[in-house]
């Protein structure tokens, strides 16, 4: 995978505290739990723009999974604090292209992790990656499961250059 330009809209950052049992028997985070963190900054993301999924539903599709891609570029390991920015790279037709990045972060003073939310269009998270990812997401219907295509006012949502109030 190519280096993850920065996104050109805005962008949603979500963090998570490795825990002890996501570690793989070498004491590093398992790949299988990244693709925990992709997912669920995916969904918060989604939300924080209004689009839970019973708005999703009512819409009458949901977004499923088509393929991921994830480069693991560095370890992580138990109580690191890592950031996930995730941002819409693109939306045509079914098809949504979702990237992210994962940095490690150093817990800032007084001890809290900092919240989780929007970004600025153009914002990107300090540090170097330890993962690139993207995932392609189709677009289908809640009735039937077939593609269909993304509403505009998802494509607008997630493609907007403006960060939400």
Do not use: C, K
Request: proline share 9%; hydrophobic share 45%; no cysteine.
């Amino acid at each position: 995978m190519s280096a993850t330009p920065l996104p050109p809209h805005a962008g949603y950052s979500a963090y998570f505290r490795v825990r002890h049992h996501e570690m793989d028997v070498l004491g590093h985070v398992n790949n299988a739990v990244y693709l925990h963190y992709l997912e669920q900054a995916a969904i918060q993301h989604s939300s924080a723009l209004g689009y839970d999924t019973p708005h999703l539903s009512a819409l009458g599709g949901l977004f499923i999974a088509r393929r991921h891609e994830i480069d693991y570029l560095r370890p992580a390991v138990a109580d690191d604090l890592l950031q996930v920015v995730t941002w819409a790279a693109e939306m045509t037709g079914a098809r949504a292209l979702r990237e992210y990045v994962i940095v490690r972060r150093d817990l800032p003073a007084g001890g809290r992790v900092p919240a989780d939310g929007p970004l600025a269009p153009g914002a990107a998270p300090p540090g170097d990656p330890i993962v690139r990812a993207r995932t392609l997401w189709v677009w289908v219907g809640v009735a039937d499961g077939r593609p269909r295509r993304i509403p505009t006012e998802l494509r607008a949502a997630f493609l907007a250059t403006q960060v939400p109030d």
